[in-house]
């Protein structure tokens, strides 16, 4: 215990004044402070150097954690909807869908392979390898936490993972000819009508690109990856270490935040990539896309992509829609010059990729652990006639 003093007390007050200038907007907005000197004078001792620097720093935690707030929103349970609902049923038989290949044009390919757990729901790849080794036109972004987000694909072009899902099958990397052979296939695997049906009562047909869609659509919505942002976002504000809360400080700072915000730390609209000057020297991108363009021909979507989710970003490179960007710290630096017209220091790139690591959440242990696929031999006669061709 120290004995109060003149000495102590003019450090105290030397303290608080530096104190309440660094919490000029606290002490205007709230009354947080004001309790604490009048506590302070009350005092029957002084209080340490360290006790008010443990102060300091709390009150400066509570600042960013209120900060926070207002751009960032934690990750849900699950993302069911009232539109989309899930049911433990339509879960099981969405993620064995998830990893079956035997619905693909030629057999090899399922939405696991292109989003793996191994790789954080990503292939890894620049841009996917779908059927018959077709190189899709971009990269593959995971699928956890995408259910979030308000469109899919990075020119959103589909409502929902749902629509995502069934639309795949006749995509490049299923690419079935048509939903009608994509079906054949799936009635061919005797297992699989009992649980459409059992999921899908009252129908005669219970088997239909919809209801694939729905069924790994309502997987998908339990793919949420919370992390120790999270925890901090809850109030638990020691979860982030004081690194990770500068980063979170440099990352709101430096205006990350107007366009990656929300549970899904982007996801929730469209921007421009290069607001300020033109993407593609930046990124190093063999080929220009023009983003929304393409689907609306209207000039104002020239180069809107939706906003990435950066959840796990530290898990999925390669970055942007093409794969063009390896590093972390390239995109940080990139999208501060392209976006922001900021040249980031050393320092400020390190930060911020320090706290998008305390993004990284834990993989769910239905997606690491791949399902037992009900059996079927695989009768060649619901094989496409190329194929049988092919081999001949
Ligand atoms: C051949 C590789 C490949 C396969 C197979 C594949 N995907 Fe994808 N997936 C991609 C690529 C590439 C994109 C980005 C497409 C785009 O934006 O143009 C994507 C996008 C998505 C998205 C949107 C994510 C976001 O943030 O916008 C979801 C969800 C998704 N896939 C789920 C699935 C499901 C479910 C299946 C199986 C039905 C599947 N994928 C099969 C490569 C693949
Ligand atoms: C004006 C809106 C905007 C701002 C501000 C912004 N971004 Fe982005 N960000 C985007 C868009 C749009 C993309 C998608 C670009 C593309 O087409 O690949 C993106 C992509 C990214 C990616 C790549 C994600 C992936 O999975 O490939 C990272 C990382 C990223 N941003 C981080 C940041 C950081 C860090 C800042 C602040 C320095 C920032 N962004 C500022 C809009 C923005």
Redesign the pocket.
């Known amino acids: 215990m120290q004995p109060e003093n003149h000495e102590s007390s003019f450090i105290r007050r030397l303290l608080l004044i530096v104190f309440v200038s660094l919490n000029v907007l606290d002490l205007l907005f709230t009354s947080h402070f004001a309790p604490n000197v009048s506590r302070a004078e009350e005092s029957p001792r002084s209080k340490s150097v360290a006790e008010t620097s443990n102060e300091r720093s709390a009150s400066k935690v509570d600042d960013l954690l209120k900060e926070a707030q207002r751009h960032f929103k934690p990750l849900p349970k699950d993302l069911a909807t009232q539109e989309f609902p899930i049911n433990p049923d339509l879960v099981t038989l969405g993620r064995k869908l998830f990893f079956d290949p035997r619905i693909s044009a030629d057999g090899t390919v399922s939405c696991s392979r292109c989003h793996q757990a191994a790789l954080y729901g990503t292939d890894g790849l620049a841009k996917s390898h779908g059927a018959h080794d077709k190189v899709l036109p971009r ?1 593959a ?1 995971t699928v956890f936490n995408a259910s979030l987000h308000f469109k899919q694909h ?1 020119r959103g072009e589909l409502q929902s993972v749902e629509e995502q899902a069934k639309r795949s099958l006749v995509g490049p990397g299923f690419a079935n000819p048509d939903y009608v052979t994509a079906m054949t296939k799936l009635k061919a695997i005797p297992g699989y009508s009992e649980m459409f049906l059992k999921c899908f009562p009252g129908s005669a047909n219970s088997v239909t690109e919809d209801n694939w869609g729905k069924a790994i659509g309502a997987y998908e919505r339990t793919l949420v990856t919370p992390s120790r942002f999270d925890e901090f976002l809850n109030g638990t504000t020691n979860a982030l270490t004081s690194a990770e809360q500068q980063g979170l400080r440099t ?1 709101i700072g ?3 935040a ?3 915000n929300g549970a899904g730390i ?1 996801g929730d609209k469209f ?3 290069g ?1 300020l000057e033109d ?1 593609w020297p930046a990124t190093h991108s063999k080929d220009v896309d023009k ?1 929304r363009f393409d689907l609306t021909k209207n000039l104002d979507d020239l180069y809107l ?4 989710g ?1 959840r796990n ?1 530290e898990t ?1 490179p390669p ?4 794969g063009s960007v390896t590093r ?1 710290p390239d ?2 630096r990139i ?2 010059r392209v ?2 017209d ?1 040249t ?1 220091s050393e320092r400020d790139t390190t930060a ?1 990729v320090t706290f ?1 690591k305390s993004l990284t959440g834990k993989r769910p242990q239905d997606f690491t652990d791949a399902p037992i696929l009900p059996a079927a031999g695989f009768d060649s006669s619901v094989t496409s006639t190329e194929d049988q061709h092919a081999t001949r």
């Open positions: 990269n972004p990075w990352f430096t205006g990350c107007l366009c990656h982007g921007r421009k990539f607001v993407y983003g992509f939706k906003v990435p950066l970003v999925t970055y942007f829609h093409d972390l995109d940080v999208m501060a976006q922001l900021v980031l911020i998008l």
